[in-house]
């Protein structure tokens, strides 16, 4: 009896064991994704006050920029490296869908654009540089606020052709990926 039930439960875990295999096996199958982190560290304090409660959610402990300092930074060329896209690069093949998730506090664009440049708020672009055409009129534009990433939402990007793709954020438009399709 006792070996029958050792048995028993060398066979479960087996069939355990298989049905995991296959479940993974399955996860393959489907449509690939790419994972593209947008991330920020906005200081709630300082931006709700210049841009309206809740602009800034951030839930990050201790690591707040002050809206005067992003805006410092930016003018003298060394923006924030806090606001960002991870990563940098991104290499898929042709079908994989390109997910995008806010995880900062602040609303991003993720902006497909021919070339990077500025966005479309001049003070926040480099030193001579200029906004981009795919930025330019901000969410007046239709095209740039159909890119707009919320704070703990996320854009999906498919059908990317084969080749290099460039993508920004129209407000910080420091932050950028290159995606690599194959
Ligand atoms: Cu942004």
């Given at each position: 009896?006792?070996?029958?039930?050792?048995?028993?439960?060398?066979?479960?875990?087996?069939?355990?064991?298989?049905?995991?295999?296959?479940?993974?096996?399955?996860?393959?199958?489907?449509?690939?994704?790419?994972?593209?982190?947008?991330?920020?560290?906005?200081?709630?304090?300082?931006?709700?006050?210049?841009?309206?409660?809740?602009?800034?959610?951030?839930?990050?402990?201790?690591?707040?920029?002050?809206?005067?300092?992003?805006?410092?930074?930016?003018?003298?060329g060394t923006p924030d490296p806090g606001w960002d896209f991870e990563p940098d690069v991104v290499h898929m093949k042709q079908g994989?869908?390109?997910?995008?998730?806010?995880?900062?506090?602040?609303?991003?664009?993720?902006?497909?654009?021919?070339?990077?440049?500025?966005?479309?708020?001049?003070?926040?672009?480099?030193?001579?540089?200029?906004?981009?055409?795919?930025?330019?009129?901000?969410?007046?534009?239709?095209?740039?606020a159909r890119t707009r990433i919320l704070q703990g939402s996320q854009l999906q990007i498919t059908n990317l052709s084969k080749g290099?793709?460039?993508?920004?954020?129209?407000?910080?438009?420091?932050?950028?990926?290159?995606?690599?399709?194959?």
């Amino acid at each position: 009896m006792r070996k029958t039930v050792a048995k028993l439960a060398i066979l479960a875990s087996c069939m355990l064991s298989i049905a995991a295999t296959e479940a993974v096996g399955q996860e393959h199958e489907g449509p690939r994704i790419s994972q593209v982190v947008a991330l920020d560290e906005c200081d709630p304090t300082t931006f709700n006050a210049a841009l309206g409660p809740d602009f800034c959610k951030n839930v990050t402990l201790g690591y707040f920029t002050v809206l005067s300092d992003l805006f410092a930074k930016a003018a003298a060329g060394t923006p924030d490296p806090g606001w960002d896209f991870e990563p940098d690069v991104v290499h898929m093949k042709q079908g994989t869908i390109l997910s995008v998730v806010d995880q900062g506090g602040e609303p991003h664009t993720f902006t497909e654009v021919k070339e990077f440049g500025g966005g479309f708020i001049p003070p926040l672009n480099a030193p001579g540089e200029t906004v981009v055409p795919e930025c330019s009129n901000g969410f007046a534009n239709v095209a740039v606020a159909r890119t707009r990433i919320l704070q703990g939402s996320q854009l999906q990007i498919t059908n990317l052709s084969k080749g290099e793709h460039y993508f920004q954020c129209c407000i910080h438009p420091w932050m950028r990926v290159k995606v690599v399709v194959k």
